[in-house]
């Protein structure tokens, strides 16, 4: 593909996920909340879908337990997260059951991944270069977009039912650049362009009306200069959270609350 039909397949995207959005508007202030979903149609089991890459694994078996005893239900959990996916909107459409699955849901938990080692950009690869090939192997409006499709997608399939949806962004696996000669001097560069990231993300939700759960800001803090190794988040594996690392994201999880999107 030129770059020229590169830049038109994102521009039809791109109007295509615009229309779509457009029959689902944000909440506005008086946001319904699950609770009230629950008593009105008097449920005792909801179904929770869990969706992207292994940064979602494991804190829902802390803050499940949470959500039960707030909202006074059972959920069934449906972990459908799958490492080096690249695509997650056009994985999804390609699942007739996973669609089906996540339309009878409601609550979806997501990330959105775009970048694992070896074709992540320069921030994963050591024998890439930032100057030329930059921090990532997509743009911030590109992955700025992929976030709106899936919001859109998810949207579209729980209907008029809404759902309990939340987007999680991700921290930072510092030791990957720790270790290693050459990615080590492009450590302030990369946690600069995943602050980006994800400030551009968190403006789609914002629009959207959709919950961010900031485990970035969590795990490094609001400036980006704090080290969630030494906060205890990991231990022997220093990609994937250890058992404080996913309580904390837990908790996260439960302080949002529990704002229920409904289409207006």
């Known amino acids: 593909m030129t770059h020229k039909e590169h830049n038109l397949a994102l521009l039809l995207i791109l109007i295509s996920v615009a229309i779509s959005s457009c029959a689902f508007e944000s909440q506005d202030n008086d946001a319904v909340t699950a609770q009230?979903?629950?008593?009105?149609?008097?449920?005792?089991?909801?179904?929770?879908?869990?969706?992207?890459?292994?940064?979602?694994?494991?804190?829902?078996?802390?803050?499940?337990?949470?959500?039960?005893?707030?909202?006074?239900?059972?959920?069934?959990?449906?972990?459908?997260?799958?490492?080096?996916?690249?695509?997650?909107?056009?994985?999804?459409?390609?699942?007739?059951?996973?669609?089906?699955?996540?339309?009878?849901?409601?609550?979806?938990?997501?990330?959105?991944?775009?970048?694992?080692?070896?074709?992540?950009?320069a921030c994963f690869y050591q024998f890439l270069s930032i100057d030329d090939d930059g921090c990532f192997d997509v743009t911030e409006e590109e992955y700025a977009l992929s976030t709106l499709e899936m919001i859109t997608l998810v949207k579209e399939l729980v209907g008029s039912d809404g759902a309990m949806i939340r987007l999680q962004n991700m921290f930072v696996p510092l030791d990957y650049w720790k270790n290693n000669d050459v990615l080590r001097p492009r450590l302030e560069t990369c946690l600069k362009c995943f602050k980006s990231y994800w400030d551009a993300q968190a403006e789609v939700a914002k629009d959207e009306g959709i919950p961010l759960v900031d485990v970035y800001t969590l795990f490094h803090g609001p400036n980006s200069d704090q080290d969630p190794y030494t906060k205890g988040y990991f231990g022997a594996d220093p990609i994937h959270v250890n058992d404080e690392g996913v309580k904390a994201i837990a908790e996260l999880y439960r302080s949002i609350g529990y704002e229920y999107w409904l289409p207006q």
Do not use: C
């Open 36 to 121: 009230e979903i629950i008593a009105r149609d008097e449920d005792n089991e909801w179904d929770l879908v869990i969706l992207g890459d292994s940064d979602m694994w494991l804190s829902y078996r802390y803050y499940v337990p949470m959500f039960e005893d707030d909202l006074g239900i059972d959920i069934v959990v449906h972990d459908k997260t799958r490492p080096g996916i690249r695509s997650l909107a056009t994985s999804i459409r390609g699942n007739q059951d996973l669609m089906k699955l996540i339309s009878e849901a409601e609550i979806i938990v997501f990330n959105v991944p775009f970048v694992y080692p070896g074709t992540g950009g």
